[in-house]
């Protein structure tokens, strides 16, 4: 298995819809263990039912509050003491108000965008911190993103800026760390149903537009963006940093 021995951890898994949870799947097909972050006890208790239910035995959950610094240093401490090492690190983090997201980027507050951008943005920079103290040879790093960083999506406002602004993270981070061993990259996801997007106005027509216009004239699934993101965690992908890969049907290419 790709993954034998490899210990990651995963960020953002909010129920069985979410990406994280494609992700956390696919890497368990090979052989990695896996560790969780959870922000509230709800949370906690409903992620471990989901792998309880999936068979899955985590090697540690732990409480990390995104948009907390001091949280996410408890965190890492933990792991550290606790764990010791890890080798990956999935980043599936994001957040926006829905006025900020719907309405037009031109209202956007002063504070909805300094939430939308601490929550999806600084918080890969933030982790990719503590990481040095717990990949001693290495690894991975993995975030999520989607094209409306690159082009201007219906309802998607505030939250494409801060898509934008973590694309071009990667490749700073590419920088910083590679002399670490350590890999960033992002996959760009095409449209998908969660419970994060099923707010967007607007997703049945996007999907539905993405199926008929795509070159693969189909949707993504959770199965696909689960595995390219695994492969980015493997050493198949050990030349590979500092790169946006689309897991969209190619729609990107398309004029």
């Known amino acids: 298995m790709l993954l034998e021995g490899k210990q990651i ?12 949870w494609g ?14 972050t959870y922000r509230k006890e709800k949370s906690r208790r409903k992620l471990q039912k989901m792998l309880t239910d999936a068979e ?14 001091d949280s996410i240093s408890e965190a890492f401490n933990f792991i550290k003491q606790h764990v010791g090492r890890i080798d ?3 980043h599936s983090l994001a957040y926006a108000s829905i006025e900020a997201l719907h309405g037009d980027c031109i209202d956007i507050s002063r504070e909805d965008f300094l939430e939308a951008l601490s929550a999806s943005t600084y918080s890969l920079i933030s982790f990719c911190k503590h990481v040095r103290e717990v990949m001693p040879e290495g690894g991975s790093v993995v975030t999520q993103t989607y094209l409306g960083s690159e082009r201007a999506i219906d309802n998607y406002s505030v939250m494409g800026i801060a898509k934008a602004a973590l694309e071009a993270a990667v490749r700073y981070l590419s920088v910083d760390l590679g002399k670490l061993g350590i890999r960033v990259n ?31 004239k ?7 963006i689960g595995d390219t993101s695994m492969f980015l965690m493997s050493s198949l ?13 190619g729609f990107h290419v398309l004029g």
């Not at 951890?9 to 994280?20: P, R, Y």
């Not at 189909?218 to 696909?224: A, H, Q, S």
């Open 9 to 20: 951890l995963i960020t953002g898994v909010a129920n069985e819809k979410s990406i994280a």
């Open 23 to 36: 992700i956390a799947k696919s890497l368990n097909k090979q052989g990695a263990r896996l560790l969780f």
């Open 237 to 249: 992908s050990k030349g590979i940093t500092g790169e946006i890969i689309y897991v969209d049907s």
């Open 186 to 216: 992002a996959v760009s996801s095409g449209v998908i149903k969660t419970s994060a997007s099923s707010v967007i106005l607007g997703l049945d027509e996007k999907l539905l537009n993405v199926a008929e216009r795509a070159p693969l």
């Open 88 to 90: 990956g690190v999935v």
């Open 218 to 224: 189909k949707n993504v699934t959770l199965e696909e």
């Open 56 to 69: 899955i035995e985590p090697v540690c959950i732990v409480a990390c509050d995104a948009l907390n610094d």
